[in-house]
């Protein structure tokens, strides 16, 4: 499963992703971080996080990025 989303707490809201605290996601635990990105700014975080969710390009080459490096 990929999950897109944004947040100040990394830590915490992974934490709270694996305890079953996120209604949207919850039964689909435990998970395994294995890429994120970081941003300056809130409002540069959501503009990637809407662009992701929106499919198309950007989404495609992340899941390229992503598959790749799990391949090694």
Same mark, same amino acid.
């Given at each position: 499963?990929?999950?897109?989303?944004?947040? &100040? /707490?990394?830590? @915490? #809201?992974?934490?709270?992703?694996?305890? +079953?605290?996120?209604?949207?996601?919850?039964?689909?635990?435990?998970?395994?971080?294995?890429?994120?990105?970081?941003?300056?700014?809130? &409002? /540069?975080?959501? @503009? #990637?996080?809407?662009?992701?969710?929106? +499919?198309?390009?950007?989404?495609?080459?992340?899941?390229?990025?992503?598959?790749?490096?799990?391949?090694?």
């Amino acid at each position: 499963m990929l999950y897109t989303g944004y947040t &100040s /707490d990394l830590r @915490r #809201r992974f934490a709270e992703h694996n305890s +079953g605290k996120s209604k949207s996601i919850k039964g689909r635990e435990p998970f395994e971080l294995i890429y994120y990105e970081a941003y300056r700014s809130r &409002s /540069d975080a959501m @503009r #990637r996080e809407r662009m992701l969710k929106l +499919g198309g390009r950007a989404l495609g080459q992340l899941k390229g990025r992503i598959a790749q490096s799990l391949e090694t």
